[in-house]
């Protein structure tokens, strides 16, 4: 089956082909016309889309060796995300499909990170046999949930105010390292010393070995934030300069450490065999070190997307499409599909 994925949530344009499960083509373009505004501005995010999306998805189909008559399937993204950008691609998703005749499947872009790791020759035969708990983090999203079999979950977790990613970005952004931060932190901080300064952490437990955890497994970076803020404007500048690489360094362990400890304690918990992280913030190679420990000392499994998959793209949509396909999910032509901008949790595990 020759399934084409588009992607326009945020500020990426990308498109992909996937035959018989493996990926054959994942373009993705990545806009830049963002960086002098210190973050995404939506309206210029879906004029970019516009202006790319037909070149983006003819260079998928030319990688792949496929025309558009040769497709089974059309999968696009229908949200969550900045909704002008989401139309884009959606639309054209619906349009193509509908002119082509071929069957077209509304993909939740939340959803397609969760399953990313598993992208490869097949999904569905990479994913573990039982339940699995995945952490999601992105600019945008924070989320601990609990994945069954067949596909459905529950959410045992979220931010309840900035996500893991968005706290990366504005934090480097108080110390001038531009937009997007995250990638200049991650690589400022393997220099750096994470003891320099103890920033806090919020809603954790000092229990590590309990089955039942006692913190809580919701997320909250804002008070992380703020006491960086304070930090800043309680040293002067020659100072903040001479200990950047430690300043990103110990801002990169106050939320890395966030996240893997609820990860493992939801492991525990809920007596999953494997985690897996995704999302733009699984690319972060702090992250992916505690974490991988952390699972070993466990004894879990961990899945951990390529990095060309750890940020949005198109094979993600292209795979959860499949995936949807395969265990009967993906209902009838969708070509009215509605797009919609914030992701609504599909259930909410008791802690």
């Known amino acids: 089956m020759n399934i084409l994925g588009i992607e326009t949530s945020c500020d990426e344009t990308s498109a992909a082909v ?43 189909l030319k990688e792949a060796n496929i025309t558009k008559n040769g497709l089974d399937v059309i999968a696009a993204t229908a949200g969550p995300g900045l909704i002008g950008a989401v139309m884009v691609g959606l639309c054209f998703g619906e349009g193509l499909a509908w002119a082509l005749g071929k069957p077209f499947v509304p993909v939740n872009h939340v959803e397609a990170h969760i399953f990313s790791p598993f992208i490869g020759d097949g999904a569905a035969a990479r994913a573990p046999d039982g339940d699995f708990i995945s952490l999601t983090v992105s600019g945008g999203h924070t989320l601990l949930s609990v994945v069954h079999q067949d596909l459905s979950y529950e959410v045992v977790g979220r931010s309840i105010d900035d996500a893991a990613g968005e706290a990366f970005d504005k934090t480097g952004k108080m110390l001038g390292l531009g937009y997007p931060a995250g990638p200049v932190i991650d690589r400022l ?19 590590r070995t309990s089955r039942n955890y006692h913190g809580n497994f919701d997320f909250s970076f804002s008070g992380l934030k703020t ?96 995936l949807m396909i395969s265990r009967g999910k993906a209902g009838e032509n969708a070509y009215d599909a509605a797009p919609f901008a914030r992701f609504i949790p599909v259930g909410r595990a008791a802690h």
């Not at 393997?190 to 229990?207: K, M």
Request: aromatic share 6%.
């Open 18 to 60: 996937l035959v018989n499960g493996a990926v054959r083509s994942n373009v993705v373009s990545s806009q830049r016309c963002h960086g002098d505004f210190g973050g995404v501005v939506p309206e210029l995010a879906s004029r970019e889309h516009e202006r790319l999306i037909v070149s983006i998805v003819d260079a998928a």
């Open 189 to 207: 901080a393997r220099q750096g010393d994470p003891a320099f300064h103890r920033f806090p952490r919020a809603l954790t437990s000092s229990s």
């Open 227 to 322: 006491s960086v803020r304070t930090w800043i404007d309680r040293h002067d500048r020659e100072y903040i300069e001479r200990h950047i690489p430690d300043i990103a360094a110990s801002i990169q362990d106050a939320i890395v450490s966030v996240l893997v400890e609820k990860a493992i304690a939801a492991a525990r918990q809920y007596r999953a065999g494997a985690v897996s992280v995704a999302g733009g913030v699984s690319a972060n190679t702090g992250l992916r070190a505690a974490m991988g420990e952390a699972c070993r000392k466990e004894g879990l499994e961990l899945f951990i997307p390529d990095a060309a998959y750890s940020t949005d793209n198109a094979a993600m949509i292209a795979t959860m499409a499949d």
